[in-house]
C-alpha cells in the first residue's frame, strides 16, 4: 500500500482491468445495520473446560449479539443431566430442580465483554428431538428459566436478557425434532405464554428455519398461519443460509426477500427478519482452504448490510468443537494450531462496521467487496476479494440441493431449494485497488494510515498528506482470496 503523490492523481481512465477504482466519500453517511452477531461457545466453564476462552476475539471483534443455541446446557425435553431441567418428574418452582451453573457463566462471560445475549430454547440433539410430553409442565420450566434470566430468580444473573427465541431447524427432517409441526406450534405457543407471564415486554420468537425457500412448507407456511391464528407474539423469524451448493455471497439477500415477502404477506410486516446462522460452509464434508473462507466471510459481511436483514450471528465463531456430535464443525474459525484467516476475518469486518456508514463506490456482485465506516477520529474501508470455486462456476441441472448428513452411523437425505445460479459470481479478475477518499475532514493535515490483511498482522503506520480539498489517494494490493482493512486516523 502507498499514498499517491498529490500532484500527479490517478485517473479511472488509465487503470488496467485488473485494478479496481474504489472511491470512498467520507461526507455521505448512513447508518450501519446491527448484524455483527455470532453463535458459539463463547469460553471455558464449570464442567466443561474443553472450550477455548473465544472471548477476547469476540470483544476485538466488537461482537453485540450472542446466540445461546450451541451452549450445552439446553431445555431437554427428557430426562438429561446436562439440560436446564435435569429430571421432568422434579418440582419446577424449586430452584433445586434446575442445572444453571455453566449456563450461567456463559452467560455472565458475554455480558462482560459489552455484548447481549440471544437465549434460545430447544432440545438436545442428537440425543433427542422430541416434543414435550406435558405441555402445562414445559411452559412452567420455560417461566422459571425465563424469570431466572430476566428476573435474577435462583440466583439468576444480574444482567437481563430480553431476547428469547424457540425452536432451532425443525424443519431439519428427523435430525432437530422428531415430531409433527402442530406438536411444535403448540410448543411454540406454550413458550410464549412463558416468557409473556415474565414480562410482556420481552422480545420472542422463531423458528430458526433451515430450509427457508422450501415454500408451502409446515414450518414456513404452516408455522406462520398457525401464529396469525392463535395470535402469537413474533418479534422475529429466524432462519439459517449457508452456501455449501452456491458459495454466492449474494445469496442472503435474495432469500431474505423471498421471506420479507412471505412475512408481509401474512400481515406480519413488524416482524424483524433474523439471519441466526450464516457461514459459507456447514456440512462436515464441505471443505475449502481457510483463505477462501475468510475472504467469503469479509464479502458476505458486506453484502449483508444492503439486505432485508435486521439482525444476523455468524456462526461458528468458535473454534468448531462441537458439543453435541463430537466433532470439530468446519464451520468453526480456526484451526489446529489457532487462530487464522476465518480469525481475523471476523476481526477486520467487526471493526469495519462499527460507527457510521460512509458511501463507497467500485464492489461488485462477484466477489469484489468494498464496505466504508468512520468511528470517532478514524475512516475505515474494507475490501474483500472473494473468488468462487470453479464448482460454483459450472452450470448446474436443478435449483434444489440434495445432500446426506453422516451422524454417527445414521446418513439423513435431505434437500433444500436454492436461489438462481448467477453468471455474475464469475470473479471479475481485480488484484489490485486505486483508493480515493474525498471529504475527509483532515483536509491539509498529516494522518496516519495502517493496513492489516487476513494473513498477518497490521503493517507499521505510515504517514499521508491529505490534500488541501480533503482528498486522499492510496494504491491497495487486493489478491484473490484476501481481504484488507485500511485505517486512516487523524
Not at 171 to 188: N, T, V
Not at 371 to 386: E, H, M
Amino acid at each position: 500500500m502507498s499514498a499517491s503523490p498529490e500532484s500527479s492523481p490517478t485517473t479511472i481512465d488509465t487503470l488496467a482491468p485488473s485494478v479496481r477504482a474504489v472511491h470512498v466519500d467520507a461526507a455521505a453517511v448512513s447508518g450501519l445495520r446491527p448484524l455483527n452477531g455470532v453463535g458459539g461457545v463463547p469460553s471455558p466453564v464449570t464442567g466443561f473446560p474443553q472450550f477455548p476462552d473465544m472471548t477476547p476475539v469476540w470483544k476485538e471483534a466488537g461482537v453485540t449479539l450472542v446466540r445461546s443455541f450451541d451452549w450445552v446446557s439446553r431445555l431437554d425435553t427428557r430426562d438429561n443431566p446436562t439440560s436446564l431441567f435435569p429430571e421432568w418428574d422434579a418440582d419446577p418452582d424449586d430452584p433445586a430442580s434446575y442445572n444453571f451453573t455453566a449456563t450461567d457463566e456463559w452467560v455472565d462471560a458475554v455480558h462482560a465483554i459489552g455484548a447481549e445475549v440471544v437465549f434460545t430454547i430447544a432440545s438436545s440433539i442428537p440425543s433427542n428431538k422430541l416434543p414435550a410430553h406435558d405441555l402445562e409442565v414445559y411452559g412452567r420450566v420455560v417461566e422459571h428459566i425465563v424469570r431466572h434470566y430476566v428476573q435474577g430468580w435462583a440466583d439468576g444473573p444480574s444482567t437481563s436478557i430480553r431476547r428469547w427465541e424457540f425452536g432451532d431447524q425443525p424443519d431439519l427432517g428427523p435430525l432437530h425434532f422428531d415430531g409433527r409441526p402442530e406438536e411444535f406450534a403448540e410448543m411454540y405457543a406454550a413458550f410464549c405464554a412463558a416468557v409473556q407471564r415474565v414480562d410482556d415486554s420481552l422480545i420472542i420468537g422463531g423458528p430458526a428455519l433451515a430450509f427457508p425457500l422450501n415454500a408451502d412448507a409446515a414450518y414456513r407456511e404452516g408455522f406462520l398461519s398457525f401464529v396469525r391464528e392463535r395470535r402469537l407474539p413474533l418479534d422475529f423469524f429466524s432462519f439459517l443460509w449457508f452456501t455449501d451448493s452456491t458459495r454466492d455471497p449474494q445469496n442472503f439477500g435474495y432469500v431474505a426477500d423471498d421471506l420479507r415477502r412471505l412475512l408481509d404477506e401474512y400481515g406480519f410486516t413488524a416482524t424483524e427478519l433474523w439471519l441466526c446462522y450464516w457461514n459459507y460452509l456447514s456440512i462436515p464434508t464441505s471443505s475449502a482452504p481457510s483463505d477462501e473462507k475468510g475472504a467469503f466471510q469479509a464479502a458476505t459481511t458486506i453484502a449483508l448490510q444492503d439486505t432485508a436483514i435486521d439482525r444476523a450471528f455468524f456462526f461458528r465463531a468458535d473454534s468448531g468443537l462441537d458439543p453435541h456430535y463430537g466433532m470439530v464443525d468446519p464451520a468453526g474459525i480456526s484451526g489446529a494450531e489457532g487462530p487464522d484467516e476465518r480469525t481475523r476475518a471476523l476481526i477486520l469486518a467487526g471493526k469495519a462496521t462499527s460507527g457510521e456508514r460512509l458511501a463507497v463506490t467500485g464492489g461488485d456482485t462477484s466477489g469484489f467487496a468494498c464496505l466504508a465506516s468512520r468511528d470517532g477520529d478514524t475512516v475505515r474501508l474494507l475490501v474483500a476479494n472473494f473468488v468462487a470455486p470453479e464448482s460454483a462456476l459450472a452450470p448446474r441441472e436443478s435449483d434444489t440441493f440434495s445432500f446426506r448428513i453422516p451422524i454417527g452411523e445414521q446418513r439423513i437425505e435431505l434437500s433444500l431449494d436454492l436461489p438462481p445460479q448467477r453468471p455474475e459470481l464469475a470473479s471479475a479478475g481485480v488484484t489490485s485497488a486505486h483508493v480515493t477518499i474525498d471529504n475527509l475532514p483532515w483536509a491539509g493535515r498529516t494522518v496516519s494510515i495502517t493496513r492489516t490483511a487476513l494473513t498477518g498482522d497490521p503493517t507499521a503506520p505510515r504517514e499521508a498528506r491529505v490534500s488541501d480539498a480533503g482528498s486522499l489517494e492510496l494504491e491497495l494490493d487486493i489478491t484473490p482470496q484476501s481481504a484488507v482493512l485500511v485505517e486512516v486516523t487523524a
